[in-house]
């Protein structure tokens, strides 16, 4: 067989495979509505976050921080396709690290929260083993 028609070969299969495997991917039935919530300020989604933070919806294991013990340093917005919802989440580096409890060997570097309407309704505690 020449180079040619291999060349020519295997761009038909590469183009076969990549047809079949865009078929598999799961379309939603809805289209994108540009009605839809738009990505909001980060200053305003800090502002919000640090106001939940004020009211004491940030609680780690019993032990509710304010806004003096933590750094935001990351908002990601998450906007889910069949809901047409989207989620919040900033993360935030904690000044001090926090103990795990019943555990000496690890330690909480930083949080995550998910934020709805103005609320703190999820967190997660992002946790080290200590060197």
């Not at 004491?56 to 998450?78: A, C, F, H, N, Q």
């Not at 904690?94 to 103005?118: F, N, R």
Request: glycine content about 4%.
């Amino acid at each position: 067989m020449s180079p040619m028609k291999s060349v020519f070969l295997a761009w038909l299969l590469f183009a076969f495979v990549s047809g079949a495997a865009q078929a598999s991917v799961s379309v939603p039935e809805y289209l994108i509505n540009p009605a839809a919530p738009k990505i909001e300020d980060p200053d305003t989604v800090v502002q919000r976050y640090l106001a939940a933070v004020d009211r004491g919806e940030l609680e780690i294991s019993g032990m509710k921080l304010d806004r003096s013990t933590l750094t935001p340093v990351r908002i990601e917005y998450v906007y889910e396709l069949s809901s047409r919802t989207m989620r919040i989440k900033i993360h935030s580096n904690l000044k001090e690290p926090l103990p795990v409890p019943g555990q000496l060997d690890c330690q909480i570097l930083s949080v995550g929260a998910e934020m709805e309407d103005g609320h703190i309704t999820e967190i997660e505690s992002h946790v080290w083993l200590k060197q």
